[in-house]
């Protein structure tokens, strides 16, 4: 199949957590729709996202989703030339979603069809923010799911460097956030609640920073732990609200931030030291936070190194930096109707 010589437009579908998300971009990188339908309402009670609620939710909004999206950008389906669809890495079941309905899709529509890493097009965020050419580059990859360092040759070859062992820097947020009482999501929160803190009030550890077969791996499980043992005490169990005040809540709050800010700034740097790229960029959802935001930048300054980190709207799940697509078609790395889903981590 080739697509037409002008006019080519890409529908992206992100189903991999708990966003329902369309977007229609052209292949000039004008985005003509986006739509995501978010699932946090449903999420909240559980202090986290339960897979099963989040696979059910998508199957419901995820027509509508498509179709709000065709209609704002003014497009009938049979004007789409181009299918892409988050097959890796997320929760089984919302994967399932969303790949089930790109290949029906293409099937109807006769249209090929693109198979897309999820944080390699948190990567992507970055080209189109920037309207410029981003790489090669230094990708650096903070979710909820995911922390995640890639070597980014080229938009087509990512290759992994280093990443979380055990918990992702955004599940750490959202448990933390839950032992102090605060509210979900867990980034937002603790967030707000570093502001009134001293970030220096309590010393919590940070992961890896000793071992050289580890050098540019993430830990943040014993970061939680420490703040477990700080609020309840060892081998107590959590019950009720948490027995502090105010102001120890914030400053256990400002302390966590700057230990998880400080150890994805550390491991960037020294990626950025090993790779000899003096270009680095930022995605995915903690990427919106302020104080990580602020310290990348202060040392892109003093290094020299060209910074580019997603917009706020961009750095939460969305379809939009689906746009990635238009790389992988040019490149002809098209999937066909056999696609499955990678729910893990493909150290790619």
Not at 175 to 189: E, F, I, N, Q
Not at 207 to 230: C, D, I, P
Not at 243 to 255: E, F, G, M, N, R
Not at 331 to 342: I, K, M, P, T, Y
Request: glycine share 8%; aromatic share 4%; hydrophobic share 45%.
């Amino acid at each position: 199949m080739t697509l037409p010589a002008s006019g080519k437009h890409l529908l992206a579908i992100e189903t991999t957590c708990d966003e329902t998300a369309a977007a229609v971009i052209r292949d000039d990188l004008q985005v003509l729709s986006s739509v995501v339908a978010s699932q946090e309402e449903l999420h909240r009670r559980f202090a986290g996202v339960v897979p099963e609620i989040a696979a059910r939710a998508h199957v419901e909004r995820l027509l509508p989703v498509i179709d709000e999206a065709l209609r704002r950008a003014a497009l009938q389906p049979a004007q789409i030339d181009l299918i892409a669809v988050a097959r890796t890495p997320g929760l089984a079941g919302s994967l399932l979603v969303g790949v089930a309905a790109a290949k029906a899709l293409a099937v109807a529509l006769d249209r090929p069809l693109v198979a897309l890493n999820h944080l390699h097009a948190h990567i992507y965020a970055c080209r189109l923010a920037a309207t410029k050419e981003i790489f090669p580059c230094l990708g650096l990859i903070v979710s909820g799911g995911h922390t995640s360092l890639y070597h980014c040759h080229s938009p087509t070859n990512f290759e992994s460097v280093g990443g979380t062992i055990d918990d992702a820097a955004g599940e750490a947020f959202d448990k933390v956030a839950t032992l102090l009482g605060l509210p979900y999501p867990g980034g937002p929160s603790i967030s707000q609640a570093a502001e009134h803190g001293d970030p220096r009030a309590y010393r919590f550890p940070r992961g890896l920073t000793s071992q050289k077969q580890h050098r540019l791996n993430f830990s943040f499980s014993g970061l939680k732990t420490a703040v477990r043992y700080e609020i309840w005490g060892p081998g107590q169990p959590v019950a009720g609200p948490p027995p502090l005040t105010q102001q120890q809540v914030h400053d256990i709050a400002a302390s966590f931030q700057h230990a998880v800010v400080e150890s994805l700034v550390d491991k960037t740097l020294l990626a950025l030291s090993q790779t000899g790229l003096s270009r680095l960029c930022v995605g995915g959802g903690v990427a919106a936070n302020r104080l990580l935001r602020q310290r990348l930048q202060e040392e892109a300054a003093r290094l020299t190194v060209e910074l580019h980190i997603a917009p706020p709207a961009l750095c939460t799940d969305n379809a939009v930096m689906g746009a990635i697509a238009w790389e992988m078609f040019a490149a002809g790395q098209l999937a066909d109707l056999e696609l499955d889903v990678l729910p893990g981590l493909v150290r790619e």
